[in-house]
């Protein structure tokens, strides 16, 4: 029995469980690698509100990056300051509710990448100034645009067209510039290192490189020319997997991080860091249909982004367990086959981990928390409090 199942043996799966220790040691290494620099937080990535506090807590992190509007009126009622929506927002009743609170619009900032966006904002009519972010492109495009990798998320990628945006921000009475943000998510969410496959990470870490050299150059020369309109209180960048190549640039004056706190299997996959995996949830078997095949309850818990295996949970404790081809993680049950199988009994518990991070809390009403060889407590997830934002 391994050390979970003895801390949880009161508890009935399914269920999922942060280890703090683990926790705090990953919060450590991103500070270590953070330089000195701050380190915003992506609730996306945690989604426990106790959680952020405790990482808040912790010399080297500051502000919250949130992902929706809703999400940061709700954190600032509870007492967080500083957030950054770190996506444009188009929910008219949010943005009134911002518009009339003067308390939240001095704590919120948000993202805009367009005229539009800006006219959306006006249009509720705001008693006190909005803060605003420019959202700006990050993304590795070469062979005169023919070879693209990150995401696609701002139309502004050249100074010229910051320039523009931030101009008209200039002359709108009700809104005021603070920030810029540029996430390179070819480089903090792709790991350089994927298993089985050097002929890929070779690819990668080439690509990410070129990448590197053209996002310093790139963004250094937006951030001077921005900053000659107006006073930007901070310089947004990177993101777990980038930390320690972001905070290089002098250009830079904040990252962003979270998933780092958990540790989910996409990244297990870097040279440049190591974690501890945090978050993990346990099912229940509940058949055994043959030799070499368990059955747990539940399991479909995909992540987002590209389908694949890759996006799947990954069986952690027994090793060796594998999903079925036909099957994969399934809504109600998941078979599971392998030589671990056999040494599983009907109640046994199989122990996942979450392919990305805060998404496996939309699952989860409350994550059990976990010190040493001791239960230390429950934490409500959002979802445990009644919030779902997306």
Known sequence: ??????????????????DLDAFDANAAELVRRARGKPIRIASKSVRCRSLLERALALPGF??????????????V?????????????????????????????WEITLLVDSPEHLDLIESTHPTTRIRVCLDIDAGYVALGGRVRAGARRSPVRTPAQAVTLARDIGRRRTLRLVGLMAYEGQIAGVGDNPPGN??????????????????????????QAVRNLA???????GGTGSVEKTVRERAVTEVAAGSGLYHPRLFDHYTGFRGTPAALFALPVVRRPGPGVVTVLGGGYHASGPPGPSRLPQPHHPAGLRYD??????????????????????GDRVWFRHAKAGELCEHFDTLHLITGDSLAGQAPTYRGEGKTFL
Not at 6 to 17: D, G, H, I, Q, W
Request: aromatic share 6%; glycine share 6%.
């Open 325 to 346: 081809g036909n099957e994969g993680a399934g809504e109600v049950q998941t078979p599971l086959h392998g030589p671990a199988a056999d040494r599983l009994r009907i």
């Open 62 to 75: 500051a502000g919250i990056m949130a992902y929706t509007l809703p999400e940061a009126l709700w954190l």
């Open 1 to 18: 029995m391994n050390r979970y199942d003895r801390v949880t043996a009161a508890l009935e799966p399914p269920f999922a469980v942060v």
């Open 198 to 223: 050097p002929l890929l990470a070779r690819a990668i870490r080439v690509m990410q490189a070129r990448s590197t050299r053209e996002l310093i150059r790139r963004r250094g020369r937006i951030v």
């Open 231 to 237: 006073e930007l209180e901070f310089v947004n960048g």
């Open 77 to 105: 009622s509870q007492g967080f300051r500083d957030v950054l929506v770190a996506y444009p927002t188009v929910d008219r009743s949010a943005l009134a509710v911002l518009a009339a609170d003067p308390r939240a619009a």
